[in-house]
Every structure is written in C-alpha cells, then in structure tokens.
C-alpha cells in the first residue's frame, strides 16, 4: 500500500499485527476502490431492424439476423470509498439483489427481441445490450457508484461501458 500525506505504514511484530496496522492507518483515507461482481446468464435473440425487409436484415446482418442465442458473462465495477466498519464498497448480497432484479429476472432466458420492450427499434447487438444493461445499473445502484459494466458475448467479444470519473 501507498503512503499517503507522507505518513509512512509501520509493520512491526506479526504479519497479524502489521496487517492490523495498515487497516487502521488506512482508515479515512479516502483511497478509492474498485470491486467486480460477475453473473451469467443466457438469452436468444436476432439481430433485426423493423423497418427492414427480410431481405435487407439478412443482408445487413447475415448469419445474426437468424435466431440465435448467447451464453453471457456480465462484469459489473463498482467504485467508493469502503466503509471505515465493514471495509466494503458496498454489502455484496445488496450488488446480488440488484443483479438479480436488474439483469437475471429480466434477461435470463428471455428472447431479447419477444421477451424485452429495449429491442423493439434497435437490434440487441452487445453494444446496444450493453447499453441498457448500463442504464438500467445506473438507475438501480447509488449514485456515482457504478465505475463500469463488461458483457462478454462470447469467449472472443466483450464491450465495456465505463462512466466517466465525477
């Protein structure tokens, strides 16, 4: 760990006691942390346009046009300062109830396209999906806490959505 303000961590006696030391040196510090949270859920979608022929679709999209499904991860980041009690940015079982109203009841399972009301103009692409992952997270968590969300489509792709620092 970093000095801050030229105070300097003293580790003397046990690694226990050292340890200890560096807890309450760094309490009120201010340091701010980042903490990740991964879920995984699955969904089936195609990539379509409304305003499109059948024929454009499958020319503009080609194979993603079909229906088709993902097996998703989801990394979500969050960032503060940990409480000076719990040591946490925030209660993970609180981070789990979020995801699994925010993200897991609405997606899991579901058809993108037949089952959600946020592809009915745009394709759910993983930039768009990311999109309204983000949004809905914003909405759902405390202010200024989300640091950014991460969907991986697969092994090969992933988009991340990052909120500026305030």
Same mark, same amino acid.
């Given at each position: ?7 300097? %961590?003293?580790?003397?006696?046990? +690694? ?6 560096? &807890?309450? #040196?760094?309490?009120? !510090?201010? =340091? ?45 980041? %969050?960032?503060?300062?940990?409480? +000076? ?6 209660? &993970?079982? #609180?981070?789990?109830? !979020?995801? =699994? ?61 990052? #909120?500026?620092?305030?």
């Amino acid at each position: 760990m970093a000095a801050r303000a030229g105070r300097a %961590l003293v580790a003397t006696g046990s +690694p226990g006691c050292a340890r200890l030391l560096e &807890l309450q #040196e760094y309490q009120g !510090v201010g =340091e701010l942390v980042r903490v990740t949270r991964a879920i995984e859920f699955s969904t089936s979608l195609r990539y379509w346009t409304s305003g499109l022929s059948d024929a454009e679709n499958r020319e503009r999209f080609g194979l993603e046009a079909e229906r088709h499904g993902h097996n998703y991860r989801l990394e979500v980041t %969050l960032r503060g300062d940990p409480d +000076p009690v719990t040591g946490m940015v925030i209660n &993970l079982s #609180e981070l789990k109830d !979020v995801l =699994e109203r925010e993200i897991m009841a609405r997606f899991d399972h579901k058809d993108l396209n037949d089952d959600t009301p946020y592809f009915e103009k745009t394709p759910p692409t993983p930039e768009n999906f990311a999109i309204v992952i983000h949004q809905l997270l914003v909405e759902a968590l405390p202010a200024d806490m989300l640091d950014r969300i991460r969907l991986h489509q697969d092994a090969r792709l992933f988009v991340d959505v990052v #909120e500026p620092l305030v």
